[in-house]
Structures are given as C-alpha cells and as structure tokens.
C-alpha cells in the first residue's frame, strides 16, 4: 500500500511534522516527488515510525534510534550493547528520582509541622544553599 504524507502521519499516530523531522534527522527517507501529484511512503516506512515510536518510549535517543536502525538485525550484539547501556542509564535514572522523592517528601512532611514564626519549610528547604 502506498501512503501520502497525511495518511503515514495518521497510519503512524504522528504528526506530519514529526515525519518531515525524521526526515530531515535521516530517520526515515524521504521518497521522489513525481513531476505531479505526491509523494507515496511505503508500509516499510510506518513500520520504520512505529519502531521509532517504540524505542522513543523505552528513553532511547534519536541518535541513538538512528545507530540501532543502522546496526539493524545483522548486529544483534552491538544491539545488545547499546540496549544495556540504556538500561543501566534507565537504573541511574531512577535511583537519583528516588532520592529527589525522598528528600521532596521529607520537605512536604515537614509542611505539616506548626512553626511558631509561620514560615514554610519547604521555603526555607529549598533556599538552604545545600546545607543542612
């Protein structure tokens, strides 16, 4: 099946700018104009934008994307690789997001408690200048 622009944009779940991004960052190609009417994308490429779709929401890159779109199913141990370092990227993500938790809920349990001045703690929290 041939897709115009519009129609790859709806098949895809993206907009139409997004595809003329990818287009332009190398993601996807961008096929020959006819002399008239337009351009026709092929199934390839809303499988390609669904593939993109699918590692964007696993926090890969766009660099990133376009090196495994490169590195493609003959290189399954560089993929392996590059998948890894995501992961331990993803690991060191979350650990700093569960430290920044607990200090913010530190400081929101520390709203509750009365101060006889009526200062906010988490005010005076955050305006410490990393000390304690």
Do not use: W
Not at 20 to 41: A, C, D, S, T
Not at 46 to 72: C, M, P, S, W, Y
Not at 102 to 127: H, P, T, Y
Request: hydrophobic share 35%; net charge positive.
């Amino acid at each position: 099946m041939a897709y115009t622009i519009g129609k790859l944009a709806k098949a895809a779940g993206v907009t139409l700018e997004t595809i003329r991004y990818y287009q332009r960052k190398g993601l996807i190609e961008e096929p020959v104009k006819p002399l008239q009417g337009y351009r026709h994308y092929s199934e390839q490429t809303v499988q390609r934008l669904h593939f993109i779709k699918r590692a964007q929401q696993l926090g890969f890159t766009l660099k990133e994307i376009n090196e495994l779109l490169f590195l493609d199913s003959g290189h399954c141990d560089d993929v392996r690789q590059l998948a890894e370092q995501k992961l331990q990227q993803i690991e060191a993500q979350i650990n700093s997001l569960t430290a920044l938790h607990g200090a913010l809920q530190d400081m929101v349990s520390g709203c509750g408690r009365a101060k006889a001045d009526n200062r906010c703690s988490v005010i005076d929290a955050l305006s410490q200048n990393g000390e304690k």
